[in-house]
């Protein structure tokens, strides 16, 4: 079946800023991704430091905290998994990462997530070293 002009026009005038936030929201993501890359830095050294995650983002330097739009959720210690980082994008999309239970543990770092699907998106996130052990440290 073909479209009129009309009915082009008016598809393109409902489904154009869906598709257009479809298809810039991955960019736009890891960008803001790499803004928050130093809160998870930070969480991982308060982890080393406290023993546990930040129960919020007031645990955390103000200089470590992220810009705005960003949602920290602190499970609790008697979970399976770790807290999670995210931002609410457009649509039902929202970037999120999830902290393992413990440093050291698998992590699936940054995903998009949509709907219930996730995809791991490239972002280049360091996590910082544990301290040494006092046994370590001693010669």
Request: glycine share 8%; charged share 20%.
């Amino acid at each position: 079946m073909l479209l009129s002009a009309f009915g082009l026009a008016t598809v393109a005038a409902m489904f154009g800023p869906f598709l257009y936030a479809l298809l810039t929201a991955r960019s736009r993501f890891i960008q803001h991704a790499d803004d928050a890359r130093p809160t998870v830095e930070a969480a991982y050294r308060h982890h080393y430091q406290h023993g546990q995650w930040p129960k919020s983002l007031d645990d955390l330097l103000r200089d470590d905290r992220p810009g705005e739009g960003w949602a920290y959720l602190w499970h609790g210690t008697n979970v399976e998994y770790g807290p999670t980082l995210r931002a609410q994008g457009p649509l039902h999309m929202s970037l999120v990462y999830s902290f393992p239970k413990s440093p050291g543990e698998p992590c699936r770092g940054w995903v998009l997530r949509c709907e219930g699907d996730e995809t791991p998106i490239d972002v280049d996130q360091p996590i910082p070293e544990p301290p040494p052990s006092p046994a370590e440290r001693s010669p």
